[in-house]
């Protein structure tokens, strides 16, 4: 059973999930909320296209960076139930980015800080994850089929709970992976319907 102090960290991970860089951002340097503009994701790619490159990728290093320091840390504080406790935080935080309770609920697709969170649960099977994401991704570049780039994203991450079995990750971790993984497809590509 976790410990008070371990509840508290889960319960913050939600909160600190729950700030949305770039509602931020678009709210201070435009006055408008980002929810409203481009395809209306509040997310580090919205935030590329409506304040520039430079805005998107601080955006999506805040994002990742959630999604991995709130995990990471029962380990670096070596909180009694530590593997409970960041699996719980992954998906406390994801959850808190995407459904998050300072802007009614409404947030976004929760990528960045899902890659950040798996990267701390699963960080063997994640090198694997992202680097077919990325040579997918680049086979699709240069066959100039740019617009199928959620495909890469879609295949290399069924590839994520395989991985687990074969790295005999602990139940722990399985459940709340597949937890992030389900929410992500559903999120990422069945209710925005954007692999194609």
Known sequence: MVTFIEILWIVASYFVGAILPSYIFVRTIKGEDIRNLGDRNPGSYNAGKILG????????????????????????FRMPHSLTTSAISGVAVVFGHAFPIYFGFK???????????????AWREMIWVLLIWLGLFLILYFMKQKDKRGLAQFI???LLIPLEFIYREKTITLITTSIIL??????RFILKKTIY
């Open 156 to 158: 290399a991450f069924l």
């Open 107 to 121: 947030g976004g697709m929760a990528i960045a800080p899902t890659i950040g969170a798996l990267t701390v649960l």
């Open 53 to 76: 490159k430079k805005w998107g990728a601080i955006t999506g290093i805040i994002d990742i960076g959630k999604g991995f320091i709130m995990p990471l840390m029962p380990f670096i």
């Open 182 to 187: 389900i929410h992500f497809y559903l999120r």
